[in-house]
């Protein structure tokens, strides 16, 4: 079973960056759609972005469009997200996701890392 792993979360003020890292040994994200959700306190989970596996088609939700960026590494065999412009409203746990399966739905997952926006 293949657990992802997320790096890179931390405190940061209001208008600080961050970039956050997933990946797992062994794991190669280049052949699979990728995705980064996050979920608030009291929210549900919502996906803010993802990526095709070829790289061709890239979502992101209004809310983070302009300030975030997926980026895969196909050398590093590593997925990252980087943040800019951070919001308040950006606080969250943030999670990277690989292999869609279905609307929404992806197989392999990691566990999370905590992003906290300070004003």
């Known amino acids: 079973q293949v657990q992802l792993v997320e790096s890179g979360g931390g405190l940061v003020q209001a208008g600080g960056s961050l970039r956050l890292a997933c990946a797992a040994p062994g794991f190669t994200f280049r052949t699979f759609h990728t995705g980064w959700f996050r979920q608030a306190p009291g929210k549900d989970r919502e996906l803010i972005t993802s990526m095709s596996w070829d790289g061709g088609h890239v979502y992101y939700v209004n809310s983070v469009k302009g300030r975030f960026t997926i980026v895969r590494d196909n050398a590093n065999n590593t997925l990252y997200l980087e943040m800019n412009s951070l919001k308040p409203e950006d606080t969250a746990v943030y999670s990277c996701?690989?292999?869609?399966?279905?609307?929404?739905?992806?197989?392999?997952w990691g566990l999370g890392t905590q992003v906290t926006v300070s004003s």
């Open positions: 996701a690989a292999d869609l399966v279905g609307p929404g739905r992806f197989k392999y």
